[in-house]
């Protein structure tokens, strides 16, 4: 059976993807947590998670919001390309898929991976 943490925490990052202010994703968690005392009451109360957060109106999203991303999967192209122009077309075939394909794989993971981490950061912020 799940606690009211549980039911918080995702209600909590559910809010910070529609990009609410660290203090109204407060004051909405605060105002589940008094009115419920366990996950199945919350979900009876309010629905679910993400139910509850949809009620919510979405704001713009902040500028810069996916620079990460855009930069790795930028990188992630522009990477294979010079690396098709400028390879040693001697050396063995798998030396040149290692060098042309993984970087740009790992650009496009970590622009990925940093991005999602901001939206955790943000959903943290609001506790």
Request: proline content about 4%; cysteine-free.
């Amino acid at each position: 059976m799940k606690s009211t943490k549980d039911y918080l925490a995702e209600l909590r990052f559910n809010l910070s993807l529609r990009n609410l202010d660290v203090a109204t994703i407060r004051d909405i968690v605060r105002e589940v947590e008094a009115e419920s005392s366990n996950y199945d009451e919350a979900t009876a109360s309010f629905g679910s998670p993400d139910e509850y957060a949809d009620s919510f109106p979405k704001k713009a999203t902040p500028k810069g919001h996916q620079t990460f991303m855009i930069i790795g999967v930028v990188l992630g192209i522009l990477w294979p390309l010079l690396q098709l122009i400028l390879r040693d077309r001697t050396a063995g075939s798998m030396s040149n898929w290692a060098v042309t394909w993984l970087p740009a794989f790992g650009l496009v993971a970590l622009g990925i991976i940093i991005d999602f981490s901001r939206a955790i950061a943000r959903s943290r912020k609001s506790r």
